[in-house]
């Protein structure tokens, strides 16, 4: 054989190993008769109903985790370990919260069956949960992902809420995503908060224009301003879902009221306004099925794959230590 085709072959057989082995197949019921006749999957979910009942809004804490957990490096728990230039610090992930509530999941999976459950299953299956608790629909998740070893804030290439439609569904469609599916999983935002600094341009000075922004109801101008004052220092939590009713129930309100020009982020606003998304907006607004569809949504999110080689860590927060 000749040289070069010597090392085509040796560069096709690297290529093949390390191809090989990315994809550790994801299954429903992964975890049944992993962890002795322990149900995992009912473990964490009466962890999630405990954990509710005193807080609801772990929902939005969660789906939110889970966004930023999948769209970076897949869904390996990378958004949850500490250190100083590790995801959680980069700018996007301000304000995420929820990591309390894996420790406490992983606390307990640990102490009946150490080594077995991943963080980022326990990401996925509680957020699963907190969906279902918050009147979103039960959908059923696959597990089996490993917990992955990297964690750069450099990594981080979540999109912003400035961002026009064709932007967001670019930066969606790198990852496999759908426009159809990002309107979908945008509905997300049928719960939680925002912050004053993330709108303030659009009550004030949209496109350094000294105005709001038009496509903005002037009554809920003159509601967020009292909210979001001007020269304000204090940084006030304002809810993405503006129907006071549903602010806590994952529905799809979230769509009606941005056809009433009472989106909150800029880029909720313009699903109600660009062509591109329009019309898969207004369909949302009416379905009766939104549930179903963000199910589906949520377990295409949980597909995106971490890098290998990954582990189960033993805490949720670091990479376990080499042996
Ligand atoms: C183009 C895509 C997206 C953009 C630009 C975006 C942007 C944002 C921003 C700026 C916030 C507010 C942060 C703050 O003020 O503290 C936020 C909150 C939130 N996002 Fe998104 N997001 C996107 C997609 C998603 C997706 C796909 C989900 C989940 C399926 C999601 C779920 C949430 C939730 C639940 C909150 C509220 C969190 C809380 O109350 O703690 N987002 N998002
Ligand atoms: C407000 O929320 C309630 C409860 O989820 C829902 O029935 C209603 O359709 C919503 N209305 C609007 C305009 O968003
Ligand atoms: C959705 O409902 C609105 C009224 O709430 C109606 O004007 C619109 O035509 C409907 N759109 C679709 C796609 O069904
Ligand atoms: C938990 C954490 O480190 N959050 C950081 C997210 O990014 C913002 C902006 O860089 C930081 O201020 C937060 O401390």
Redesign the pocket.
Known sequence: MSRGGRLALALGLVLSTLAAPCFAALQVGYYKNKCGLVDVESVVSTIMASRFAKDPSIVAALLRLQFHDCFVMGCDASILIDGTSAEKTAGPNFSVRGYDIIDAVKAVVEAICPGVVSCADIIVMATRDAVALAKGGKYSVQSGRLDGKVSLAQNVNLPGSSMTVSQAAAAFAQKGFTISDMVVLLGGHTVGVTHCSFIQDRLYNFNGLGKPDPTMDPKLVAALRLRCPKFSTVNNPVNLDQ?A??AL?V?N?FY??IF?RRGILQIDQELAVDKLSKSLAMTLANATDFSAQFGRAMVKLGTLQGRLPGEVRKSCRAVNKPR
Do not use: H
């Open positions: 129907n009713s549903s129930i529905d309100s009606k009221q009433l």
